[in-house]
């Protein structure tokens, strides 16, 4: 287990490289949270249908965007580039599963983004929109929990059309 943590901080390292991604990145899902929340309110306007408000399509806007960039279906092109490569003949060498390898580097990638990404555009978007804070703990405990079966999902997913290269 040791062995994949390794491997998650060590895609979390590589990812600080790139700092100017940060502030594209950022700037761009703010830009895209903005866009959406301007379709939104021409859409919606000031009231609200079937009991959904504006400031609730805001929130579902921004969580959207946030939540997309965590989502672990890129992992195909990490497979793709390594048959290109050929490196992936030396993945399949060392004395781990290959899975949970790409898993562990797909995490510390989502770690790295929920970081650097995902918290300075929650906090940009929240004093510029606002967010609806959960009704109840359980209402965000069964969120944190949805957010961890759909990441589980996006890899395995994403491992699927990586498999199709073989």
């Known amino acids: 287990m040791k062995a994949y943590a390794a491997f998650s901080i060590k895609s979390f390292s590589t990812n600080l490289a790139y700092r100017s991604e940060v502030w594209l ?16 309110k021409a859409v919606i306007g000031k009231g609200s249908i079937d009991g959904i ?3 609730d399509m805001i929130t579902y806007s921004i969580l959207n965007t946030l939540i997309y960039s965590l989502l672990l279906t890129n992992v195909y092109r990490t497979v793709d580039e390594r048959l290109r490569t050929g490196g992936i003949a030396i ?20 770690l790295y983004q ?3 990404t995902v918290i ?16 109840s703990l359980h209402h965000l405990l069964a969120f944190l929990l949805s957010i961890s079966i759909s990441l589980t999902i996006s890899f395995a997913l994403g491992y699927l059309v990586a498999l199709i290269g073989f």
Do not use: E, H, M
């Open 25 to 40: 990145r950022t700037v761009g899902n703010f830009i895209t949270i903005f866009i959406q929340v301007a379709i939104w």
């Open 53 to 55: 408000g504006i400031q």
């Open 91 to 110: 993945d399949l060498i060392k004395p781990l599963r290959y899975p949970l390898y790409l898993l562990a580097d797909r995490l510390g990638n989502s």
């Open 114 to 116: 929920f970081v650097f």
């Open 120 to 135: 300075p555009t929650l906090l940009i978007t929240w004093i510029y929109f606002g967010i609806t804070q959960p009704y």
